[in-house]
């Protein structure tokens, strides 16, 4: 089990010098809208992606006072595992007109997928609310985030796809080099199937994890489903059908200079498997239950894979009752790991409360 003991931000964002011990494996951070409790997460999901939970620019994160930027933003963090404490960091700063950023494990130059080995940050923010009312790809773009944390190969597959359906796109318009084009088809297709059998196999991982692990919380299954479904089992059959509709696409594709045939055609859904409903037919608050849910599961691949991860909950209680966030709470608990909560109001954390540890930012 990983856990953060000790946490020090400098310069970022709001914060410009926060420095806490922290003897807990609950945080409550709370106080007034725009005290700083996101901003904290954020500095903590930063390790995990340097984009940050709320997907910033990196110039963001340097501290602005009167239209001042600071030279630099910098989140320090001491790390216990097991019998050992590890040093964790990063400084974002600028140098000539550019912002970079360096990652340090007990200050020596380091990166993120390194920082990964250590701990990993799992989070949900208010943000993420629209997964559960935007149309479906929003879905599909969530689960493939969850899916590529837990399979780098995946999201090399995608960001393959991505690059060659812009050559075929380039060869189709530019050079009808036809015996070319089949080349780059017949990759597409490879990929493409590799990409629909990976999302089934998570997909499937995470409903199995979700239906013997979370007892009380939200019952969810995800559901895919895909015009090829029925080739799947059949690798060189659904590959064939694959190059089949790129080909009679090429004139489609050309004219309107897309590619309309990919991995995108998949379909995913929600469904609460307790009012035997798909998510969209569910309340704002049954609605979220099912997203805490799958994060939930998503932290069971993780401990499945003793991947060791620290979980960020910025203003769950939205939308949740004082039972379901009971019901929560025990979930949680039962991963044995760090869980840091923001939240305006402190008495929706009392049933944790003996358990806590709390930080008021006023
Ligand atoms: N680069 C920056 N420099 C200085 N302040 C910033 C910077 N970026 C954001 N802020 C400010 O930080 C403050 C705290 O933001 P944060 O999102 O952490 O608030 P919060 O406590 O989560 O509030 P809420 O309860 O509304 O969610 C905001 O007033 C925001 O404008
Ligand atoms: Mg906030």
Redesign the pocket.
């Known amino acids: 089990m990983a856990f953060i003991e000790k946490i020090k931000l400098q310069n970022f ?2 914060h410009t010098l926060f420095e806490k011990n922290i003897p807990s494996n609950n945080i409550v951070i709370h ?10 997460l ?1 500095s903590l999901s930063f390790f995990s992606n340097s984009k940050g939970m709320r997907a910033n620019k990196l110039e ?6 009167n239209n001042i ?1 600071s030279e630099f933003a910098q989140a320090e963090c001491q790390l216990k595992q097991s019998n050992y404490s590890t040093n964790i960091s990063y400084k974002i700063y600028k140098q000539a007109d550019q912002i970079s950023k360096n990652f340090f494990i007990d200050s020596k130059k380091s990166s993120n997928l390194q920082i990964a080995n250590l701990v990993n940050f799992i989070w949900l923010s ?1 943000h993420m609310d629209k997964i559960m009312y935007e149309e479906g790809s929003i879905k599909k773009k969530f689960i493939d985030k969850i899916i590529s944390n837990l399979n780098q190969d995946f999201s090399r597959y995608l960001s393959d796809f991505k690059k060659l359906s812009e050559e075929r796109i380039a060869l189709l318009t530019n050079s009808h080099d036809i015996k070319w084009i089949s080349i780059v088809e017949s990759k597409m297709a490879i990929l493409f199937y590799l990409i629909l059998i990976e999302r089934r196999k998570k997909i499937k991982d995470l409903n199995i994890l979700a239906e013997e692990k979370l007892k009380l919380f939200s019952r969810f299954k995800i559901n895919i489903s895909n015009e090829l479904e029925k080739y799947l089992f059949d690798e060189k059959k659904c590959i064939i059908e694959i190059e089949k509709i790129f080909f009679n696409n090429r004139s489609l594709d050309t004219s309107i200079k897309r590619n309309t045939f990919s991995p995108n055609t998949d379909r995913v859904t929600f469904f609460n498997r307790t009012k035997n409903l798909n998510s969209e037919l569910c309340s704002t608050g049954e609605q979220k239950s099912i997203l805490l849910s799958i994060i939930l599961a998503f932290g069971w691949m993780y401990k499945q894979r003793n991947i060791q991860f620290i979980l960020l909950f ?2 769950i209680s939205s939308h949740i009752d004082e039972k379901n966030m009971e019901n929560f709470f025990t979930e949680v608990a039962k991963f044995e790991t760090q869980a840091w909560y ?1 939240g ?1 109001k402190k008495n929706i954390f009392q049933v944790i409360d003996n358990k806590a540890f709390f930080i008021d ?1 006023a």
């Open positions: 964002k709001s106080g007034n809208n725009g005290i700083g409790k996101t901003n904290l954020e963001n994160f340097l501290q602005k006072q930027q208010p910025d203003e923001t305006t930012l």
